[in-house]
């Protein structure tokens, strides 16, 4: 676990907590079986991401996920769910520039908007804001808004929960907008 990513996100605490919670024997064969639907599991779905040195994407929610680095370091800010889901107004305030009402690429909105004491103060007391190096996993509760930005050359492998063969990301499906 990233020992600078604190606290854990609850979905992370909890699994600490009790790793089998969720998790049955079947009667018969004597094995653990999940009381997770279908369209819950992770899929056999992996992808390979290589990005150069501030490269990533800007704030952005989805599914569980999981993002294990291979090479290099990510910086990640991520911020509950429960901050934003009834109040977009508080998530533009949070992810645009209040100006120009733009997205920034990240490394920009870390440079430009995260100083602003209001973000700043968001993000500590109701988020994360972490390095992942090599060999770490970060995982991304359900729909958490995230941002990430590569420190050098990166490479790193993903999963999101309940994408199927062929059900990749495409670009498009980061670009958030609200309106």
């Known amino acids: 676990m990233l020992e600078d990513c604190h606290p854990f996100p609850m979905p992370t605490r909890a699994y600490l907590a009790n790793p089998e919670a969720g998790a049955t024997y ?5 094995r653990k ?10 899929r056999d779905h992996l992808a390979i991401s290589i990005g150069s040195d501030l490269s990533g994407l800007t ?3 989805h599914r569980e996920a999981w993002n294990t680095v291979l090479f290099g370091s990510k910086r990640w800010i991520l911020w509950d769910n429960a901050r934003f889901k009834h109040n977009v107004t508080r998530q533009r305030r949070m992810t645009r520039d209040w ?14 908007l995260y100083p602003e004491p209001e973000r700043t103060e968001e ?15 970060m995982f991304v509760p359900h729909r958490w808004m995230h941002m990430v930005v590569n420190i050098g050359d990166t490479v790193s492998v993903i999963s999101e929960v309940g994408l199927g063969i062929g059900d990749g990301k495409k670009p498009e499906d980061f670009l958030f907008d609200p309106d």
Do not use: M, N, S
Not at 26 to 30: N, R, Y
Not at 33 to 42: A, F, L, M, N, Q
Not at 105 to 110: F, K, P, S, V, Y
């Open 26 to 30: 079947a009667l018969a064969k004597k």
């Open 33 to 42: 079986v999940r009381k997770t639907p279908d369209r819950e599991i992770w």
């Open 59 to 61: 704030f952005h929610h």
């Open 99 to 112: 100006d120009t009402h733009e997205h920034l690429a990240g490394h920009e909105w870390i440079r430009r």
């Open 123 to 137: 993000i500590r007391i109701y988020g994360h804001d972490c390095i992942q190096r090599a060999g770490y996993l």
